[in-house]
């Protein structure tokens, strides 16, 4: 009674005051308990529900779809804020069939935004139906990047409206079914288009490509049927960027394919062919990078070595890229090439990085750093798996590599290559061989990495014994190993 009277006499701030003391003591009290964890948690919590709605937003739009819609138990500030995130992203596996396409309708239905910018699903199945209405809901809200990677077991056909989308920028598409297109096709403002497709048709692709007067970023890859050949023309003024990935797969059949590529301002190009299609290239003269790793697998598997001088062909066809990946492959198919198509040269290449399997595929590296007068950067991987099963090269068959006779040296050893990346070597005696002659020719070389994850303990010993005698040309030179 007292101290109700002693209340009552105080004037109202100083009450509000005492007790904000009394709160922030009791506060302080408690904190002082937490552990330093707790601290640390509670600091980021209160750091993280004080940034502007627009930052929550956008780190909202960087995770899946379901994980932000959880937020909304946070508190009330949070409940509606995932209705604002621009960016849609669901995934789900084939046990959550029954249960996934209902919260992707309940997410599109009380989306608040009038535009998304990026819809991506990937799913094993899905409806049909549901598809069709999610892509045309997502089309007509204005989007920008349309991601689809399904696995259906059911055909599918994709809205019309997509087709004449004048948002969209980017558009990938992953199927192991075909689909079907309507007579128009129109994306006035797509750079962006990504399609692997189980067994292409060839209509169908040109006829989406030749739809995108802007395309920039070009991307074809899948499987291709037995005995399926197809002829496509990517002849544009806009394409920086293409790449081609075709997988036999097993028991694959040799298929009769041919690309044209005719793009001036074309700075990518990456062909991972098992088929081996041929390749007509004009007009490559802006091209700085390049990854190829084309034609073994279908010359051994079938017999058709001629096709092998073919890669030359090909190489020539971008001889004046910066940057140049050869996969084994492509090396492996070089060893059947016949010599009288030689010379090759690459005046431009500062980098090259080549990939051959532990017993073959060595045959052309003398003369491929010939053929790189200013190369600057080597890259060479071993492979220990071996890359194809078809052919005489036995697993533990010395590689078919001759080192050169002293007088001649390539000039790139002689004058520029300063960097040297190793990955796959061992003590075996034609690996040494290889490091000792690249040692004893690289006159400026500065830095050898040499990754040796693959080493047992003892193996790595006998390795570094033999580094430690090894001649060296460049005096300044440090060989560092990576990988333990």
Known sequence: MIIKSF???????????????????????????????????????????????????????????????????????????????????????????????????????????????????????????RLNTWVSVAIKRGVQELHIDVQNTEDFTLPPNLFTSNTLVRFKLRSCLQMDIPRLVRFPNLRVLHLSLHYPEEDVVQKLFCSCPVLEDFSLGGNIGNNQSMAFDISTLALKKLEIDFDGGEGFEYSENEFIINAPILEHLTLRDDYFAQYWLKNLSSLVRADINVGLSCIEAHGFKERANEVYVLLKGISNVKYLTLG?????????????????????????????????????????????????????????????????????????????????????????????????????????????????????????????????????????????????????????????
């Not at 993280?48 to 994980?67: G, R, W, Y």
């Not at 069939?97 to 935004?113: Q, T």
């Open 328 to 484: 084994a492959s492509t090396m492996g198919a070089l060893d059947y090439a016949d010599d009288n198509n030689l010379p090759l040269l690459f005046p431009n290449i500062t980098h090259l990085e080549l990939h051959v399997s532990d017993s073959y595929c060595w045959k052309r590296l003398p003369y491929l750093l010939s053929c790189t007068p200013n190369l600057e950067n080597l890259a060479l991987e071993v492979s220990t798996k071996k890359d194809v099963e078809h052919g005489n090269h036995g697993p533990t068959a010395e590689p078919n590599w001759i080192e050169p006779v002293p007088e001649w040296t390539p000039t790139c050893l002689l004058l520029h290559l300063k960097d040297i990346g190793l990955t796959g070597f061992t003590s075996k005696i034609y690996h040494l061989k290889l490091i000792e002659y690249l040692l004893e020719n690289a006159e400026v070389l500065i830095k050898m990495t040499i990754s040796t994850s693959n080493l047992a303990v003892e193996e790595e010993v006998a390795f570094l014994r033999h580094l430690v005698i090894c001649r060296r040309a460049a005096k300044a030179c440090t060989i560092e190993l990576s990988g333990k």
């Open 7 to 129: 209340l009552k006499l105080q004037p109202t701030d100083q009450v509000q005051a005492k007790n904000e003391s009394v709160r922030t003591m009791a506060s302080s009290s408690n904190y002082g308990k937490l552990s330093k964890k707790a601290k640390q948690h509670r600091a980021r919590a209160d750091r993280i529900t004080t940034l502007p709605d627009s930052i929550l937003i956008h780190i909202l739009s960087f995770v899946p779809t379901e994980d932000a819609v959880r937020t909304c138990v946070l508190s009330t500030r949070w409940k509606q804020i995932w209705a604002s995130v621009p960016n849609l992203q669901f995934f789900f596996n084939s046990w959550q069939y029954f249960k996934f396409p209902h919260f992707i309708d309940r997410v599109l239905f009380f989306h608040e935004l009038p535009r998304i910018q990026t819809f991506y699903l990937k799913c094993d199945e899905v409806d049909p139906d």
